[in-house]
């Protein structure tokens, strides 16, 4: 099954680039990286030359014997069987991060040989990146992949009503008979996530079982990832941040908290695991705002803050939900189905809005789930899982702070009712196309 990703566009804008450089693509593991690049190489080259330095470790001596481009290219296309040329071949290093002498060759690749097409992927890029104090900023072209959001999956699943949904352009309702719908592929989203393999399985087989499978499996490889990739001092550590974030996220304010990991637990002793996780692409950090003024990043506290992980599919997996939960009237399930639906927003604004969302508390009496910084504007965000859209919070915001702006994102109908924008969940990807059309 062939998922058409939001960034393909951006992949053929780097290869068409006449100054382009060698291509860093960033993600978490399992996120489609792989694909996107040998995908790129099928369809915009006439040729691809894919190497994997963890299935073929001994490609490594060619990086560490020599750092002359020419003779590197020698080598490998003896590997690849046939020359390289520069002018149709698609160079792939996949898991480069296994080598970092390979990582390191890419400022060579662009001051030496810039004729040839690098693309380069691999799981914690953002923790190799960090500790390689050699690695030549300025010579390489970055491009982050997230996972599959709602349109995309919706893309595959009914190509026609994701067109619809791609062509919404006023705030005027959407007839019922759409609605509900797209309210169904919603759910299955919230079953599969957005790991491209979990999605694929879900539509492919309509199989919750198989589906769930996938998913306990990439958990399962995350899990190895902290034993294989981190000193042994801070696996334990990892460990804990990571399973206690559904914990965290079924308290009311979700604050992330350092004493609810174990007894005695101290910042200092969790801060490199969780710095890991975040760095890894595996959650995300989100900020309380002590003011939300220009820019959001200048008013952090960086004593409060909420965990997100990268993918609500693991997120309902990690938190031991089976996948009946949805299609179940299970009242105990409705307060954490709030929090699948914060992490389910995360997502989409990430995909749409550089940075990474704050959140927003008000002595405690009000709180607004997200703000984000759109053309020099803050924008409020309330999150809201079902109809049920009775909230002070949004209020308080407004009351003291006039935004032009407010957007709560519920089960409700796209509406717009003075300054508050409500969009329903199975449009927050499109969120950036609507406040544009405004």
Same mark, same amino acid.
């Not at 079902?386 to 957007?407: D, G, M």
């Given at each position: 099954?062939?998922?058409?990703r939001?960034?393909?566009p951006?992949l053929i ?14 993600g978490?593991r399992q996120? %489609? ?5 040998k995908?790129? %190489? ?7 030359a894919?190497?994997?330095?963890e299935t073929?470790?001994?490609?490594k001596?060619?990086?560490?014997n020599?750092k002359?481009v020419k003779?590197i ?6 590997i ?7 002018k149709?071949t698609?160079?792939?290093f996949d898991e480069?991060?296994e080598c970092?002498?390979a990582?390191?060759s890419?400022k @060579?690749?662009?001051e030496e040989?810039?004729?040839?097409a690098?693309a380069?992927?691999?799981?914690l890029?953002g923790i190799t990146?960090?500790?390689n104090?050699?690695?030549?900023v300025g ?5 982050h992949v997230?996972?599959l959001?709602?349109?995309?999956f919706?893309a595959q699943?009914?190509?026609?009503l994701a ?8 705030t005027?309702?959407?007839?019922a008979?759409f609605f509900?719908?797209l309210l169904?592929y919603?759910?299955s989203?919230f079953i599969?996530?957005?790991?491209p ?5 879900l539509l492919?087989?309509?199989d919750? /079982? ?5 998913l306990?499996?990439?958990?399962m490889a995350?899990r ?10 801070d696996i334990?550590?990892i460990?804990?941040?990571w399973?206690s974030?559904?914990t965290?996220?079924?308290r ?5 908290l ?5 007894p ?5 002793e969790y801060?490199d695991?969780?710095?890991w ?6 959650v995300?950090k989100?900020?309380r ?5 220009l820019p ?11 965990? @997100?992980l ?7 997996v990690?938190s031991g ?5 949805f299609s ?7 307060e954490?189905?709030g929090?699948?639906t914060?992490n389910?927003i ?5 995909t749409q809005?550089?940075? /990474?969302p704050? @959140?927003?508390?008000? %002595?405690g009496?009000a709180?607004v789930?997200?703000l984000?910084?759109?053309?020099n504007?803050i924008?409020p965000?309330?999150v809201?899982s079902s109809e049920?859209?009775k909230?002070r919070?949004?209020?308080?915001y407004?009351q003291?702070?006039k935004?032009?702006t407010?957007?709560r994102y519920s089960l409700?109908n ?7 924008l409500?969009?329903?969940?199975f449009?927050?990807?499109?969120t950036?196309n609507?406040?544009?059309k405004?």
């Amino acid at each position: 099954m062939e998922f058409k990703r939001q960034v393909q566009p951006a992949l053929i804008e780097w290869k068409n680039n006449a100054r382009r450089k060698p291509l860093v693509l960033q993600g978490a593991r399992q996120v %489609g990286k792989t694909h996107l690049l040998k995908n790129l %190489g099928r369809t915009a080259f006439t040729d691809t030359a894919y190497f994997n330095f963890e299935t073929q470790p001994n490609l490594k001596e060619f990086f560490e014997n020599t750092k002359e481009v020419k003779r590197i290219i020698r080598n490998l296309s003896l590997i690849h069987g046939k020359e390289i040329n520069p002018k149709n071949t698609l160079i792939i290093f996949d898991e480069i991060q296994e080598c970092n002498h390979a990582l390191n060759s890419l400022k @060579y690749f662009c001051e030496e040989t810039p004729e040839y097409a690098v693309a380069s992927a691999g799981f914690l890029l953002g923790i190799t990146l960090g500790k390689n104090k050699s690695f030549p900023v300025g010579k390489v072209d970055f491009l982050h992949v997230l996972p599959l959001s709602f349109t995309e999956f919706l893309a595959q699943a009914n190509s026609s009503l994701a067109d619809y949904l791609k062509g919404i352009d006023t705030t005027e309702k959407i007839p019922a008979i759409f609605f509900n719908q797209l309210l169904d592929y919603f759910n299955s989203y919230f079953i599969s996530g957005g790991m491209p393999e979990a999605a694929a399985t879900l539509l492919e087989n309509q199989d919750m /079982v198989s589906t769930q499978k996938v998913l306990d499996n990439i958990l399962m490889a995350y899990r190895l990832d902290f034993s294989k990739h981190t000193p042994s001092k801070d696996i334990a550590r990892i460990n804990y941040v990571w399973n206690s974030i559904p914990t965290h996220l079924s308290r009311e304010n979700k604050k992330f908290l350092y004493q609810a990991l174990k007894p005695g637990a101290r910042a200092r002793e969790y801060e490199d695991a969780l710095h890991w996780l975040v760095q890894a692409g595996l959650v995300s950090k989100v900020y309380r705002c002590n003011k939300p003024n220009l820019p959001l990043s200048a008013y952090d506290d960086l004593s409060a803050f909420k965990l @997100y992980l990268v993918d609500i599919g693991l997120l309902r997996v990690l938190s031991g939900l089976d996948a009946s939960i949805f299609s179940e009237k299970n009242k105990i399930f409705s307060e954490f189905k709030g929090a699948l639906t914060e992490n389910y927003i995360l997502q989409s604004l990430l995909t749409q809005f550089s940075g /990474v969302p704050r @959140y927003w508390t008000s %002595g405690g009496q009000a709180e607004v789930d997200f703000l984000f910084q759109y053309k020099n504007r803050i924008i409020p965000c309330e999150v809201k899982s079902s109809e049920n859209t009775k909230s002070r919070s949004l209020t308080v915001y407004a009351q003291k702070y006039k935004p032009a702006t407010r957007i709560r994102y519920s089960l409700l109908n796209l509406s717009m009712e003075g300054d508050l924008l409500n969009i329903p969940l199975f449009l927050a990807d499109q969120t950036k196309n609507i406040l544009d059309k405004l």
